[in-house]
């Protein structure tokens, strides 16, 4: 199941850095990449309500980058450590499934190999503060505050 879910989240990561880099049409996007990967149809849904719901949900996202990454103004990030940590905050967040260990583990797997070699520490410095706030909040209710 990890496997299978990682090719996911990889997907998703792909969808959402066309997206964010070349500003291409969410749907088109997910169509297209869904054609390139094979993944169960439970992990095809889990791509879609991924993608949606980042895209949704982008704004509040990146007040959490903001708050917890404050040296690194967004537009200075890569498109990969911002799109991976756009995933892996709304799984913290959203995805009451994944525990917050596996989603940091996803998002430092993922930074290994799209990311360029600081961006493992980098991710998992500020997902760890997510998840901290989180934590001490008891849900996460403290989220639309953040922004």
Known sequence: MTSSRRKARGAVLQILYEIDLAGHCQQQVIER????????AENEL????????????????????????????LSQLSYIDRNILRLSIYELLYCDTTPYKVSINEAVELAKAFGSDSSPKFINGVLSSVTELI?????????????
């Open 135 to 147: 934590s001490n909040t008891g849900d996460t209710a403290s989220k639309d505050n953040i922004q």
């Open 33 to 40: 990449v869904l054609e390139t990967v094979t993944l169960s």
């Open 46 to 73: 889990f791509v879609n309500s991924l993608v949606q719901g980042i895209v949704a949900k982008k704004d509040e996202l990146d007040g959490y980058i903001r708050r917890f990454a404050p040296a690194w103004p």
